[in-house]
C-alpha cells in the first residue's frame, strides 16, 4: 500500500522551532527535546495554541463537553476525560483535513511520534503562513462584497424611488390624459380654424390690397380731375375774357357742365359708397385679424403646454434610461448575487455534508459509546464474578494459609527435630572421624614398613 502524498513543504526541527518561537514568544515554550521526544501532554497543549492562533478557537471551548455527546451517555462523570478528548480528536482532525492531513488519529494525541508530530506541525505551519497570505485578499473582498451588498441596497432605495415617481407621473399623467385629449381635440379644431381663418385673412388681404390700389387710383384720378377743373377754371376764365358773350351758347355750356357735374357727383357718391364699404369690410377684417391673434397667443400656450408636456416626456424617458441603467447594475448584481449565493449554498452543501459527516461521526462514537457500555456492564458482571471468586479463592486462601500455617508449624518441628538430630549425627561422625584419624596414625608406620 503505497503512503499519500503531501503537497506541504516538511520543516526541519529549528524551523519549527523559530516558527513556534516567533508565533508564541514567551507565552509557551517549546524546545527541541519536545519534537524529538514528544510527550502526549505538552503535544495537546501545541495543538491548543496552534488552533487558536489558526482558527481563533480557545482551549476553553476545546474542552468543554458537547452536550449532545453527553446527552447519550448514562454515567456522565465517567466520561468527562474521554469526550473532550474525542471532541477535540475530531476538530483535529478536520483541521488537518484542511492542512492537507487526512489520517490523523488519536494515537497523534494520545501517543505521538516524532517524525508524524513534526509532518503535522510542518502542515500547520504551511497553512497558517497560507492563510496569513491570503488573509489581506479575502479581507479586501469581504469588504468589496459589504460595499457592493450595500451599492445594491442603495440602488434598491433608489429603485424604488424612481418606480414611486414614474407611478406618480404615470397616475398624474393618467389624470391628466382626459385633458389633454381634450387639449388636443380643441388645439386640432383651433388649429383647422387658424388655418381657415389664415385663408379667410390672406384671400381678404389680397383683396383689401386690392381695394386699397383701386383707392390710390380713385384718388389720383380725383386730384388728376381737381387738377383738370383748376385748369379748366383758368382757361375758362381767360376764354370769358376773349369771347363775346352768347347767352345760349353760355347756356348750352352751363347747362352741359352741370350735366357733367351732375354725373362726376353720382360718380363721386359711388366711390363713396363703394369706399365705405371697403371701410366696413377692412372694419370686420380688423377685427377677424383680432379673433387670429388672441387663437395664435391661445395656440402658443398651447404649444407650451405641449413644449412642457414633451421635456416631462423626456425626463420620463431619462429616467427610464436611468432605469435601465440601474437595471443593467441590477442585472451585474444580481449575477453577482447569485455567483455569490451559489458559493454559498455549495458552502451550505459542504457544511451539510460535514455536519452529516460530524453526525454520522457522532452516530458512530455513541454506538461506540454504548458498545464501550455495554462492555463495561459485562466487565462489570465479569468484575462482580471475579468479586466472588476471588472472595471464595481469598476463603480458600485462608483456609491454605492456615493450613499452610500448620504444615509450616509442623515443618518447624519436624525441621528442629531433624536439626537436632543432624547435629547428633554430626558430632557422632566427628567423634567417628577422630577415632578413624588415631587409629590411621597408628597404622601409618606400618603401612609405610
Known sequence: MSQPAYNFPSLTSDDLLIFLQDLFQEEFVTSENDLKNPQPMHVQAIYSHLLEASLNITPGQLKQPQLEATNFL???????????????????????????????????????????????????????????QREPTFERIKQETDALNEQHQCTLHEIDELKAKINKIKAQRAEEEPQVQQLCSQVEELGMHMSAYQQEQASQQKAVQQLKAEIAEKVAKTDQ??????????????????????????????????????????GKEEKAQCLQEKITQIQKMASIHDCCEQASTLISAINCELDKQKEATNEVEKVKDRISVQRDALRDMTAKENQLKRQKVSKQERMSKLSLQHQSKMTAASEALQMSKKE?????????????????????????????????????????????????????????HKDLATVFKEVAPWLKS
Do not use: W
Open 225 to 266: 380731375y381737381k387738377v383738370l377743373t383748376l385748369s379748366a377754371k383758368e382757361e375758362g376764365d381767360k376764354l370769358k375774357s376773349q369771347i363775346v358773350q352768347s347767352p345760349e351758347r353760355m347756356k348750352s355750356k352751363i347747362s352741359g357742365m352741370h350735366s357733367a357735374i351732375n354725373t362726376s357727383k353720382l
Open 74 to 132: 448514562s454515567y456522565n462523570e465517567l466520561h468527562e476525560d474521554s469526550v473532550p478528548l474525542i471532541m477535540y480528536t475530531l476538530v483535529m482532525q478536520r483541521f488537518m483535513t484542511s492542512c492537507g492531513v487526512n489520517d490523523f488519529k488519536l494515537k497523534d494525541l494520545t501517543g505521538p511520534k516524532p517524525k508524524r508530530f513534526q509532518r503535522n506541525l510542518s502542515a500547520i505551519v504551511n497553512y497558517y503562513r497560507f492563510k496569513q
Open 376 to 432: 463495561v456492564e459485562i466487565g462489570e458482571e465479569k468484575k462482580q464474578k471475579l468479586q466472588h471468586y476471588l472472595n471464595t479463592l481469598k476463603g480458600e486462601m485462608a483456609n491454605v494459609q492456615k493450613e499452610m500455617d500448620d504444615k509450616t508449624s509442623n515443618h518447624t518441628q519436624e525441621m528442629n527435630k531433624l536439626q537436632d538430630t543432624y547435629a547428633a549425627l554430626i558430632e557422632a561422625v566427628d567423634g567417628y
